[in-house]
């Protein structure tokens, strides 16, 4: 079986080219190496992302990724078992704010608001997708939340 989690997070501080490129570069070293696979997406100060592999792997990243300090707020949103990955030919896609929302028929608006014009889910978007945006949408919700009880 294939473990999946997805959390959701908030970045610590700005997220620059350099900083999301030394996340993916690390990120893409350690999960070819522990055989894990997923996707992160990244907008607006935001991360979301599904990891994939071996349970006691998946988890022992996730753990490392909590103590990461350029986030905070790290909510798991999701974990599932399946037969097959879902991301099998990345170590860790990317999707950033040059991706999201780049080709308005094929792409999400934003992670803030991750419908397609219009609202329309296509029949034939891939499952992940659909997990991405249902994820998102509320995790938005809960961003507010705990972006509001921060202290000023």
Known sequence: MIYQLAYCSLSSGEVTPARLDDILDVSNRNNLREDVTGVLMCHDGMFFQILEGERGTVRRRFDKIKQDPRHMAVTIMFEYET????????????A????????ADKAMVSLGDPRKPGG??????????????????DFAGRTRDIMAALPA
Not at 96 to 103: N, T, V
């Open 83 to 94: 037969e097959d990955r879902s991301f099998s030919d990345w170590t860790m896609g990317f």
């Open 120 to 137: 329309a889910i296509a029949a034939n978007d891939p499952a992940a997708w659909h997990l991405a945006r249902s994820l998102y949408n």
């Open 96 to 103: 950033g704010p040059d991706e999201i929302g780049a080709d």
